[in-house]
């Protein structure tokens, strides 16, 4: 176990909808980062928060937005849900492993959009 | 567009045999890799990280980093059925902030 939570475990959601993840770090974790992974496929970036702010984006579209409380958990909003939005969506905290920043991932959320 | 390759697979070994994975990268940037272990409808888990050229051994695993080829590599030593997963490789982006992941090989250790 990585002490990294998220919520909720499984969704379901139709097209055009809009929906929020969450996802608390692990204790002494301040960078939380978004990946999306579809059936098949490594896990692809979305975007990093490193103490409250955007640190990092990949190539998704800005109806992929997130949040970092100052607690550091995490939330990823996806707004006008597309079919091809299901996948797994996975949360991953950081903290400092020998110098260098080492991601370590919660149980992710499955998310299907009909 | 930075890319990370692996051969799918799937990669078959017999019980005790040694597994070799292998992975290249396309960003010199790249400063750190990460071997995880994906079993099947769970989340990675990570196994190792290398940071410089060698090899890098943590119990049955090696894993092994030439940046001037931009190849990196896993070992499983003595392999066991409970080893049957995907395995992911990933490289840091030059700014360090997001891991580039391969599709994944998928290993099956037979008994």
């Known amino acids: 176990e990585t002490g990294v939570t998220q919520s909720p475990t499984h969704l379901i959601k139709t097209r055009g909808q809009q929906v929020t993840l969450r996802c608390s770090s692990q204790?002494?974790?301040?960078?939380v980062s978004w990946y999306q992974q579809a059936l098949g496929q490594g896990p692809q970036f979305i975007f990093q928060?490193?103490?409250?702010?955007?640190?990092g984006r990949g190539n998704f579209p800005p109806r992929f937005s997130g949040l970092q409380f100052p607690n550091y958990s995490s939330e990823l909003n996806v707004n006008a849900l597309e079919l091809d939005d299901s996948a797994l969506y996975l949360c991953?905290?950081?903290?400092?492993?020998?110098?260098?920043?080492?991601?370590?991932f919660g149980p992710g959320t499955r998310l299907l959009v009909l | 567009q930075k890319e990370v390759e692996q051969n799918s697979g799937p990669l078959s070994v017999p019980e005790g045999a040694i597994a070799s994975l292998n992975c290249t990268y396309s960003?010199?940037?790249?400063?750190?890799f990460f071997w995880y272990r994906q079993y099947s409808g769970k989340s990675p888990e990570l196994i190792m990280f290398i940071y410089s050229n060698g090899d890098k051994e943590d119990g049955r695993f090696t894993a092994q980093l030439n940046k001037a080829s931009q190849y990196v590599s896993l070992l499983i030593r003595d392999s066991q059925p409970s080893d049957s997963a995907t395995y992911l490789c990933?490289?840091?982006?030059?700014?360090?902030?997001?891991?580039?992941f391969g599709k994944g090989t998928t290993l099956s250790v037979s008994s």
């Open positions: 960003d010199r940037g790249s400063q750190s």
């Open positions: 928060y490193y103490r409250e702010e955007e640190n």
């Open positions: 991953a905290s950081s903290g400092q492993t020998s110098g260098e920043e080492t991601q370590y």
């Open positions: 204790s002494g974790h301040n960078t």
């Open positions: 990933a490289v840091t982006n030059q700014a360090g902030t997001a891991l580039i």
